[in-house]
């Protein structure tokens, strides 16, 4: 079983819909990313997050550490959302922590 | 600042073939991570340096790979000999710090190397 499971693996939704993927993970983490990755294969850092919420225009993150699980959602859906997004954790382990640790990813298809 | 800086973008080389992906973090950053990305096993952590030294190279598939980072703004990458099953997209990610509960702790992405090992 992978530490790090996202669903679903592929959504494929119509402009304006409100968009949610789950990540859940079952390591000890000190921090989670959500990354995107665009056709073109850029990864950008969209949040880094530890606990409760962020916002950054259309895009929010929750996490609750106790259940161990993380969503992404995205409001009023554009095809410019289409992308891989992925979910990573930096796991604690030992004497410290280590490198990003990563989801299977999210394919996102916005259709207009 | 320009970002992660990673060359070369592409590289088509034959088996056997020494191959060095190069990347230059961005200044003032103090950890240094590379990874590899494959459509089997997606994205994989297989180095990462901090303050040049290396931390973890246990995700180093094997003593083909070596990761090398001399000072605080280059890092190589080199396989020697190449492999077919080494075709992948290596991206190198720096960040300020690794754990806490901080944006400054946040990675950020080159725009990657495609290796292709024919």
């Known amino acids: 079983k992978n530490e790090v499971e996202q669903s679903p693996q592929n959504l494929t939704a119509q402009e304006g819909e ?3 993927i789950n990540c859940s993970y079952s390591v000890g983490i000190s921090a989670l990313h959500w990354l995107q990755q665009h056709p073109g294969g850029g990864i950008v850092s969209l949040f880094m997050l530890s606990s409760g ?15 161990k699980h993380s969503s992404l959602h995205i409001t009023a859906s554009h095809p410019r959302d289409s992308a891989v997004y992925i979910c990573a954790v930096i796991r604690v382990s030992g004497g410290g922590a280590d490198g990003l640790t990563f989801g299977k990813g999210t394919h996102l298809i916005i259709q207009p | 600042d320009a970002g992660v800086i990673q060359s070369p973008r592409h590289e088509v080389t034959e ?104």
């Not at chain 2, 073939?17 to 950890?31: A, F, M, N, W």
């Not at chain 2, 396989?79 to 991206?91: G, K, L, M, N, T």
């Open chain 1, 18 to 20: 409100f968009i949610t």
């Open chain 1, 53 to 67: 919420k962020k916002k950054h225009g259309r895009l929010i993150a929750t996490i609750n550490i106790q259940e």
């Open chain 2, 15 to 118: 088996m056997g073939q020494e191959v060095t992906l190069r990347c230059k973090p961005i200044s003032g950053h103090d950890y240094l991570f590379w990874y590899r990305q494959t459509m089997m096993r997606g994205l994989e952590l297989l180095i990462y340096f901090n303050n040049n030294v290396p931390i973890d190279d246990s995700g180093m598939p094997e003593d083909r790979f070596s990761a090398k980072m001399p000072n605080a703004s280059f890092s190589t990458l080199k396989i020697q000999p190449s492999e077919p099953r080494d075709s992948a997209v290596y991206f190198c990610a720096s960040s300020l710090g690794l754990s806490g509960l901080s944006s400054y702790n946040e990675q950020f992405f080159g725009p990657g190397t495609r290796l292709t090992v024919l």
